[in-house]
């Protein structure tokens, strides 16, 4: 299978900067799409940042938020700036992966999240 793994989460104070990982291993052949979503306490998981060919930003984080991808080391970013009280959430990584024993099909794979905390 594959193993999506994130870091970069923290406490940050209002109006800094986190830059979020995740990294992808196993027997991939392709990362076909990368995303980065969050949930808080009575919230519905909710999409961030989503990176194809193209990128694709929520509204409540556009102009403050990046999604970028490095594929030699199949890795996915979320530059986070400007940060906010309401960006206070954790941050899960997503991605369709095809891998070297099935490269026919691609299949879905989630990371174990990592917190972001946003506070003064």
């Known amino acids: 299978q594959v193993q999506l793994v994130e870091s970069g989460g923290g406490l940050v104070q209002p109006g800094e900067s986190l830059r979020l990982s995740c990294a992808a291993s196993?027997?991939?052949?392709?990362?076909?799409?990368m995303g980065w979503y969050r949930q808080t306490p009575g919230k519905q998981r909710e999409l961030v940042a989503l990176?194809?060919?193209?990128?694709t930003y929520a509204d409540s984080v556009k102009g403050r938020f990046t999604i970028s991808r490095d594929n030699a080391k199949n890795t996915v970013y979320l530059q986070m700036n400007s940060l906010k009280p309401e960006d206070t959430a954790d941050y899960y990584c997503?991605?369709?992966?095809?891998?070297?024993?099935?490269?026919?099909?691609?299949?879905?794979?989630w990371g174990q999240g990592t917190q972001v905390t946003v506070s003064s």
């Open positions: 990176i194809t060919s193209g990128t």
């Open positions: 997503n991605a369709r992966v095809r891998t070297t024993s099935s490269r026919l099909t691609s299949r879905e794979y």
């Open positions: 196993g027997r991939i052949f392709s990362l076909d799409a």
